[in-house]
């Protein structure tokens, strides 16, 4: 069975940066679709970033040019750097995977979940 852990959150300021990651014990990251997540209070949880086995990635537009989503198959953790971070950014973020497949952001279609990290952006 896949567990996942994310890590790496926290408080930063308007213009910083984090990298997340996402730690998963049990089967081999590199067989599954990856992605990430965000959700804060009151709003539906919404796609950021995924990556499929074939290493094709998609953004939300909203973080296009700031956020980049990559793998290390040999420590088998995903990460999510953040660049440029905004207040809009501010929520818990969560990695998720599924079966391979194409690349998508629709949390509907992930059977694996992460905990979750707060990250928080202000001043």
């Known amino acids: 069975q896949l567990q996942l852990e994310e890590s790496g959150g926290g408080l930063v300021q308007p213009g910083g940066s984090l990298r997340l990651s996402c730690a998963a014990s049990?089967?081999?990251?590199?067989?599954?679709?990856i992605a990430w997540f965000r959700q804060v209070p009151g709003k539906e949880r919404e796609g950021v970033s995924c990556?499929?086995?074939?290493?094709?990635?998609v953004y939300a537009e909203f973080v296009k040019g700031r956020f980049t989503i990559s793998r290390d198959n040999d420590k088998n953790t995903v990460y999510l750097q953040m660049n440029s971070l905004k207040p809009e950014d501010t929520g818990v973020y969560y990695c998720?995977?599924?079966?391979?497949?194409?690349?998508?952001?629709?949390?509907?279609?992930?059977?694996?979940w992460g905990p979750g990290t707060q990250v928080t952006v202000s001043s």
């Open positions: 998720a995977a599924r079966s391979p497949g194409p690349v998508s952001l629709m949390a509907g279609w992930y059977a694996y």
């Open positions: 990556m499929n086995v074939q290493s094709s990635t």
């Open positions: 049990g089967p081999s990251l590199h067989s599954y679709t």
